[in-house]
């Protein structure tokens, strides 16, 4: 299986606080990408970062990606208690259409 | 806005049936995908189709086959169900160049 892994599996943070969750993924890629699912919803789509990228903003999102180590993380900061849902990164490979997706942070935040 | 509909939010079928998932997207776009679901394994990419009447394997093929006879029509087949094929089946369309994926509501199946 190509499936990349995130961690941690689950994340229980106050709210005010940041979160950070972490991708790994194993073969090259050209850009990376970050989704959110709430319960029982379909993914929305939250940020893309190239391979040529080290780090990209969007709001309280920050992704990095570090290629050599094929990974990636995503800090959301100040965190809101509808940040709750979870978190996957997403891959695409090179020279394929194939798009995967890693198993997933379930992060909670507490009002 | 870009909608991608999966016929079906519940489905419960028996053991043996032939089963039949239908996503439709109205966005013209080249790249479709089905995936399943599952606690603590995320989404696992059954197959995929880049163009009209093409479609590739994913990771976790067996049981499953697909249909694309029109670009905005990717149907997922369940060749004769069974129970470990209980699962949330989510669909997603993207356009070339590996934007964004979009996704259906999902389709929550129960084979009994």
């Known amino acids: 299986s190509q499936q990349g892994e995130e961690d941690p599996q689950a994340l229980s943070i106050q709210e005010g606080e940041n979160a950070t969750m972490n991708c790994s993924y194993k073969?090259?890629?050209?850009?990376l990408q970050w989704y959110r699912q709430n319960s029982g919803r379909g993914l929305v789509h939250l940020i893309l970062?190239?391979?040529?990228?080290r780090e990209k903003h969007s709001g309280r999102l920050r992704v990095t990606l570090d290629t050599s180590k094929k990974s990636s993380s995503l800090l959301i900061t100040a965190s809101r208690a509808a940040d709750t849902a979870s978190y996957f990164c997403a891959t695409d490979g090179r020279g394929t259409y194939k798009y995967i997706f890693g198993t997933g942070t379930r992060l909670k935040v507490l009002a | 806005d870009v909608k991608v509909t999966q016929s079906s939010r519940y489905l419960v079928k028996r053991t043996g049936e032939k089963v039949f998932l239908e996503c439709v997207q109205d966005?013209?776009?080249?790249?479709m995908f089905w995936y399943r679901q599952d606690p603590g394994l995320g989404l696992r990419l059954i197959y995929f189709?880049?163009?009209?009447?093409?479609?590739e394997k994913g990771d976790i093929p067996e049981g499953y086959s697909v249909s694309r006879e029109k670009k905005e029509r990717f149907s997922l087949i369940l060749e004769s169900a069974s129970t470990n094929q209980t699962s949330m089946y989510l669909c997603a369309s993207m356009a070339h160049g590996n934007t964004e994926a979009f996704f259906g509501q999902g389709t929550r199946l129960t084979v009994v």
């Open positions: 970062i190239r391979s040529n990228e």
């Open positions: 189709s880049y163009d009209v009447k093409m479609k």
């Open positions: 073969t090259s890629i050209n850009n």
């Open positions: 966005m013209d776009h080249e790249n």
